[in-house]
């Protein structure tokens, strides 16, 4: 569960940006758009999988996990990209060829539903298998027990 939350804010991030400069500054290469904006919601992801969602799972010094989940958020971004440049470049999804609210559809289902939907399954099973192998190598669900009674006093 804690990894989906991580995932729905991480795919809010990634929403705001790819559209934001989609839709502004980077319109001519909405490719490029998609790949700034994953790149930041890698960062934010990176943080709160590792502070929250596998705070306990480990196994790993920090710097090589972290090397380890940009790799697979690399591998990630490929696979996320790859939906929308096909949609865009193969299929000729894109103005003038469709009107405006094809080419938007086209780019929202591809990008922003098929590809972070591939993106999504692959990092799970990456980030449990290789980033944080171990299950209970790091403290994190410690509970605060209460000392038993003294029965004597």
Known sequence: MKFAVVGG???LVDNTLFYGLKLTVLEPKPVTAK???VLVATIVSYVLNREWSFRTRGGRQRRPEAALFF???AVALVLSSAPLWISRYV???ETPAVSLLTQEIADFMSAQLIGTLIAMV???WALRKWVF???Q???GNLR???APADKAA
Do not use: H, K, Q, Y
């Open 9 to 11: 804010t991480a795919f």
């Open 35 to 37: 790949i700034i904006a």
């Open 71 to 73: 790799l697979v958020s």
């Open 91 to 93: 299929f000729g999804l």
């Open 122 to 124: 692959f990092r799970f």
């Open 133 to 135: 192998p171990d299950e």
């Open 137 to 139: 190598a790091r403290p």
């Open 144 to 146: 605060l027990v209460p």
